[in-house]
Nanobody, 120 residues
Framework: QVRLEESGGGLVQAGGSLKLSCAASGNIHRVNTMRWYRQAPEKERELVAS???????NYADAIQGRFTISRDVDKNTIELQMNDLKPEDTARYYC??????????????WGQGTQVTVSS
């Protein structure tokens, strides 16, 4: 089995910072692209940031310049540094990854999510 586990969410005032972490573990052969999504109440889940094995990154316009995604390829982990947080960043944040397991099956996995709440 493959598992993604997030950590680092919490409550912060507007203008503050938080760092989210996600670790992939289990029956892993290779972790490809890793991503952070978020979902606010009564809204659709949206892609926040992606990072490829090469280190190349993509960001949603709403967080460009405020959030930074990074990864440790050897440890199968990613982080999301979130600065200058705004109330509209309040959401549950999910880790997502394309992973090939040791049976060489490629699939997309999700973590359970971590809550980020930004007060005004």
């Amino acid at each position: 089995q493959v598992r993604l586990e997030e950590s680092g969410g919490g409550l912060v005032q507007a203008g503050g910072s938080l760092k989210l972490s996600c670790a992939a573990s289990g029956n892993i052969h290779r972790v490809n692209t890793m991503r952070w999504y978020r979902q606010a109440p009564e809204k659709e889940r949206e892609l926040v940031a992606s990072i490829f094995r090469s280190g190349n990154t993509n960001y949603a316009d709403a967080i460009q310049g405020r959030f930074t995604i990074s990864r440790d390829v050897d440890k199968n982990t990613i982080e999301l540094q979130m600065n200058d947080l705004k109330p509209e960043d309040t959401a549950r944040y999910y880790c997502n990854a394309d992973i090939r397991d040791r049976n060489l099956r490629l699939d997309t996995y999700w973590g359970q999510g971590t809550q980020v709440t930004v007060s005004s």
